[in-house]
């Protein structure tokens, strides 16, 4: 037997997904707020260290993050009437982990690390919140920020694809932290105000949090992952390609694992931040490698940018515009800057086959990933 | 239950460093001839360039484990946040877990799949799975497995005591069908973090082989 190349025509479905962030706690509420522009960013004091207000996407309840994670591993339980799950495959993704528990532990202590517990702090604490409460077979943690849950992603699929298991629940998931707050604010990329992708006077991102949760498995159902790519900028430790090169590589790679044209998409959910280095890369990129002009949205204006959570979160809203065929206006752009991109500023509906997901990284780390709409399969 | 998928991997070459706080002879001048961007590099970047070298890393895909990350540009952000100081970009900008690995791509102008995994003292086992799976596409990969966490303030959470603050295990491999005959048996090292056990047991076990193969359980 070749094991090279072995069962890579398995085909990867959407069992069952969920998803929490600053606009609503379901899939269903966070694709209403995409279509009526009912953005989770508001302006909030105490975040910076020169207490000047920064507009961010907190989820808004008086939860636990930790207990919302559990909350939506528990509604993907119910959702896919599995029993538990014993058979299963945990993928997780995080940029920073138990960062924002470790921040404020260390306040609270005056300045000491004497009680920082590695397994609250580390990358791997979302793992260690998850399997005190459920029980998977195994389980790896992504962390390659920005990317983090579309690595997830991708090793779900060729986990399944290598015929290792038939089911992987992945769960993409980042807290608001001061790090991550006060970070992009020295960086120069965190505005104000909600933000405007793609916009020609865009004044940066929102930093925000999220949990997306998706069940991959074998089981046909209405929302297939046809296709993952992946690219290396090999450019800048922050800012990407100003030509878009990676993002380039990145689709290409996705389309040929999905085994299509470029005309044959859709829809594309960009990655959208809203920072200047970003959109005009991006932007760039999707101009040149689609020609036909496919229309191309950010939904970071009504979630924010959950940071490593927002390849899954952006999965599930790119599986709900398959199901809905509805395609989300980019709430609160006015001037574009690349005119010719197919920037919708009105919902419409459509018939939508193919979306395109993107998320791009520090690093030069890009994700392409490709959902597919599956008619009369369940 | 269903039986755990087995992968063999060979493994061309491999190496390894550690030191008790800070590595040295890495031969970041001739590995690293931009001065601006050798400037930048973390101790994690400087390991991952070096361990690199020495296993004859071209232009491979990259799986990067590291189990607590950037931790001297985390500890500086987490001191300006508590001291109510400006934040160093460059600090934030080198704290996430990928950035060893994207220096290395960045200098190698390497534009293949990078990814990192950190699973505290599972680390090590992550990078093999994750490598493992990756390598049923019939490439070679660089598995890289880093840790330095040398700063003051250390013993607060060195728990496991280990004496060796900085190290680093590097395996250039690729799938085979041949038989393996290295089987992973968790052998503990008190001198090494443990994120790292899985992989420097591979390192040392190859050393001893003509043509080492593992086998990992996905």
Redesign the interface.
Known sequence: ??????N?NREVYIESMSACCSVGDSSEVIFEATLLGNSGVKKHQGFL??ETVSAIGKIRSSRSFDSLIIESIENILYDSKLKDFS?TFLSIGT?V?G?AW??NQ??KDG????N?K??KQ???SI??TIKKKFNFK????????CTSSS?AI??AK??IE???Y?RVLVVGADSIS??TV???????VLSSEIATPFDANRTGMNVAEGIGTILLSTTPSEIKLVGVG?????????NPHPHG??AK?AMKNALKSANLNPNQIDYINAHGTGTIANDSAEGKAIEELFPHNPPVGSTKSITGHTLGACGAIELVISSMVLKKQIIPKNFNLKTKEIDSLNLLQKSIKNEIKFVLSNAF?????NVSLIVQKVYNER | MKDNLKINLKIISSAFISAESKCDALDEKKLVPKMMLRRRLTRGAKIAIYLASEVGYTHERIIFGSAYGEVKATVDIVESIYNKTLLSPTAFQNSVHNTPASYLSILSENQAEVTTVSDLFDTSLSVLKTGAVKALRGDRLLLLNVDAFSFEGVEDINNCRVSKLESGVALLVEVTEEKSNIMIENIKNSEISPSLWQMLEIYNKSKELENPIVEVLI
């Not at chain 1, 037997?1 to 072995?6: A, D, G, H, T």
């Not at chain 1, 195994?138 to 920020?145: E, P, V």
């Not at chain 1, 992946?230 to 922050?238: F, G, L, P, V």
């Open positions: 037997m070749n094991i090279k190349n072995k890579i260290n020169d058979t940029s982990g960062m470790a921040e260390f306040i300045g000491s690390y004497k920082i590695l397994e580390s990358i791997h793992a260690h195994d389980s790896i943690t992504f962390s390659t920020a690595n991708i090793f060729e986990l290598a015929g290792a038939e001061y790090t006060n970070g992009f604010n020295a960086l120069g992946c690219s290396s900028d090999a450019y800048n430790i922050t090169e990676g590589l990284a520090f690093g030069g780390n």
